[in-house]
Nanobody, 125 residues
Framework: QVQLVESGGGLVQPGGSLRLSCAAS????????IGWFRQAPGKEREGVSC????????YYADSVKGRFTISRGNAKTTVYLQMNSLYPEATAVYYC??????????????????WGQGTQVTVSS
C-alpha cells in the first residue's frame, strides 16, 4: 500500500534547473526519512539528498551541496528536490524512497523500504 510517485524529470541544458517532486502515501508513522537517489547507466545507485520527519533535517551528498535543495510541502509526505546549476554528470534516473530506520546513514539504499518508479533527468545541450 505504500506508494511513491516521482515527477518533474526531463531534458534540461547544462547550468539549468529542474524541480523533482515525490508524493508518498500509504504510511502513517511520524518518524521517517524520504531520500532522493540517482542511478546512471552502468553505475551504482547513489544517495543525493534526504529529509527527515518530523524534524525536517536535511542532508546532501557532497557532490550536490550548494546546488540542490530538498524541501517538503505542507503535506509532509510530499518532497521536492530543486536542482540548480546542473552538470551533464547529473544525468540519471532519480528515485525517491522512504525509510523508517535510516538513522544517520541516510545515503544507504538498503535502509529504504519502499521506492518509486523513478524519473529520468537528462542534462544535455
Amino acid at each position: 500500500q505504500v506508494q511513491l510517485v516521482e515527477s518533474g524529470g526531463g531534458l534540461v541544458q547544462p547550468g539549468g534547473s529542474l524541480r523533482l517532486s515525490c508524493a508518498a502515501s500509504g504510511f502513517t508513522l511520524d518518524y521517517y526519512a524520504i531520500g532522493w537517489f540517482r542511478q546512471a547507466p552502468g553505475k551504482e545507485r547513489e544517495g543525493v539528498s534526504c529529509i527527515s520527519s518530523p524534524d525536517g533535517s536535511t542532508y546532501y551528498a557532497d557532490s550536490v551541496k550548494g546546488r540542490f535543495t530538498i524541501s517538503r510541502g505542507n503535506a509532509k509526505t510530499t518532497v521536492y528536490l530543486q536542482m540548480n546549476s546542473l552538470y551533464p554528470e547529473a544525468t540519471a534516473v532519480y528515485y525517491c524512497a522512504v525509510g523508517f530506520r535510516t538513522g544517520s546513514r541516510w545515503y544507504i539504499p538498503q535502509l529504504y523500504a519502499y521506492w518509486g518508479q523513478g524519473t529520468q533527468v537528462t542534462v544535455s545541450s
